[in-house]
């Protein structure tokens, strides 16, 4: 590779903002660890796309930038989440909990007797939504409040459903506090 004339050379330099003076020779080499310099310093898209795929290469990059950062390695920088250590359990459904107070009670008649909400009001929520739904709006659920109108109908027609949503606590973590 030929080296510019000299006055091509200094052109050069001034536009990279590199040091002017100097024989053919001394520009051309400062030239040149300038521009190795630079392509050593930047790069033409965001760090992570040059992120190395194999997980030893990962940690080794990693430590490289905490030392050159003067910050600690990734592995003491990461805290876990709670779902990393430990399985979190499902919480069980609106059913399991009305059949842990009323276990075989599975029918809207027997629904009705032992909650004193009318069958008609059951049959609404059972045609609108699903037997779930029955379930919510029974033990005080996110549905209770979905038919909050049908409740309060209920407990307007019979004290009992009034003594039975009454006595339950909400369950459903978006209308209460």
Do not use: W
């Amino acid at each position: 590779m030929s080296c510019p004339s000299l006055k091509e050379l200094k052109r050069i330099c001034k536009d990279e903002g590199v040091n002017c003076k100097g024989t053919k020779l001394e520009l051309c080499t400062r030239l040149l660890d300038h521009f190795q310099d630079l392509a050593e310093l930047t790069h033409y898209a965001p760090d992570k796309y040059f992120l190395p795929q194999d997980e030893a290469e990962i940690k080794e990059f990693y430590e490289a930038k905490a030392e050159r950062d003067n910050k600690p390695v990734f592995e003491e920088r990461y805290k876990a989440f709670i779902t990393d250590i430990e399985e979190i359990p499902d919480s069980p459904s609106y059913k399991e909990i009305f059949h842990q107070s009323y276990p075989g009670v599975t029918t809207l008649p027997e629904m009705e007797r032992v909650s004193g909400v009318s069958i008609k009001i059951l049959e609404k929520i059972y045609n609108n939504s699903n037997m779930e739904s029955v379930y919510s709006f029974l033990i005080k659920g996110c549905d209770y409040y979905k038919y909050e109108k049908l409740a309060k109908q209920a407990m307007k027609q019979s004290i009992t459903a009034k003594f039975y949503f009454d006595t339950l606590t909400c369950r459903c973590n978006q209308y209460c506090l």
